[in-house]
């Protein structure tokens, strides 16, 4: 099913860039 893997794709790049965030946050922070 090519929309379900479509939305298991996006759901990982979410994940993903949601765990940059809190990285560069933490980053911010220390400074």
Sequence with gaps: NIRK????T????????YQK???LAEIESLK
């Design 10 to 17: 996006r759901d990982q790049l979410a994940e993903a860039l």
């Design 21 to 23: 965030g809190l990285a």
């Design 5 to 8: 893997k479509f939305e298991s």
